[in-house]
């Protein structure tokens, strides 16, 4: 029986604080004119709170994703979450989002394609599932951009934000679902767009530091070029491999990094319809590998998509990378009554106290074993002044 992958679930969450093109004239030498006129984009969403990072916001996105789903988070069998501002370069950010929302069922790992990212980790769900490796995967996209930029650099900082886009790939029988991807990377790129810093090749070090080199580099010329090239040829080729034309699509989402890319790209060069292509970075900036899933979850929450139609999710990024997926949408998702989400919900406080108990466990255990080492060395010592332990030889 064949099998195939529908998006089931579907959330997002971006941080209260929003800080406007005027906010940041304030900082750096720019002005709302310039940075309109040259993005889109008008205002972005930050964290302004030291407990806030990749992980929270991924936490959040991901409650909304299985609410909608109307799926408990033990109901998930891995979770994908793909990222270039983790919480730290290991333990894996999705680990700590499988701890948060109790997904004591699921695998968890980290993806890094840059922005590509979450259009890859689609690609991967959807393998697990036709594979029956795996039934219901989450995906997530979560960014704190805000602690990677320089904020003296009027080049990069005006560009991203943060936020978290979440969705549930479930395997069914019904065709449709996810029908197609394109996945590329070229990695003579690499230099355009990179965060030189903190890794293996160039660890953290105060000369880093004071260098800067713990801050996003870029060249945006050169990635504009790239990028509006790409997205163009990977959209063209993933309608092609679903046996579909562009005529057939009704959807374009595309990686929400500039609005003169988008034209440039999905407009003017693929001849494509403007209304149909989904853009709301005016209100949120670049929120990297989050772009699309938040783009998607507006979509879908503003009635843009239904039963039947084609959407194309197209990025690019560092990597360099680039990755399209076209998608026929499924029927629509009932909300569970109220009772059964309060039920759901009830897990996650339940949870809490169960992953406190655990960590809580594993410190007493850890204190007791070092008692034990203690002991030991004490009672070596007591063998020794008893004169029972015996002379090295010379
Ligand atoms: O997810 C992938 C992430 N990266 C991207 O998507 C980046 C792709 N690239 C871009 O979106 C564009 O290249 C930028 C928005 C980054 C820059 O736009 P541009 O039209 O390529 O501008 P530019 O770099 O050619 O700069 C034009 C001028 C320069 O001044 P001069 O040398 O002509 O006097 C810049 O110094 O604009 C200046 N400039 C600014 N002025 C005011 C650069 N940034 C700013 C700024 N405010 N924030």
Known sequence: MARYSHIVGWGMYTPEHVVTNEDLAKIVETNDAWIRSRTGIRERHLVDNPQESSSTLAARAARAALERAGLPPTALDMIILATSSPDHLFPATACIVQDAIGATNAGAYDLSAACSGFVYGMAMAHGLIVSGQANTVMVIGAETLSRLVDWSDRNTCVLFGDGAGAVILQGREEPGGFLASVLGADGSGAGLLTLPAGGSRLPA?????????????????????????????????????????????????PHQANVRIIESSVVRQLKFPREKVFVNLERYGNTSTASIPMALTEAVETGRLKQGDHVVLVGFGAGLTWAAALI??????????????????????????????????????????????????????????AGLKKEKKE
């Open 205 to 253: 070090s105060v000369e880093t530091v004071r260098r800067g080199d713990h801050y996003i580099k870029m060249d945006g010329k050169a990635v504009f070029r790239f990028a509006t090239r790409v997205m163009a040829n990977a959209t063209r080729q993933v309608v092609e491999k679903a046996g579909l034309t562009l005529d057939d699509v009704e959807l374009i989402v």
């Open 328 to 385: 026929q949408w499924g029927p629509p998702i009932p909300l569970l009554p109220r009772w059964q989400r309060w039920w759901h919900q009830a897990w996650y406080p339940f949870h809490r106290a169960r992953s406190a108990w655990r960590r809580g466990l594993r410190r007493v255990l850890a204190a007791w074993l070092g008692t034990k080492e203690r002991s030991q060395e004490e009672f070596e010592g007591l063998r020794s002044r």
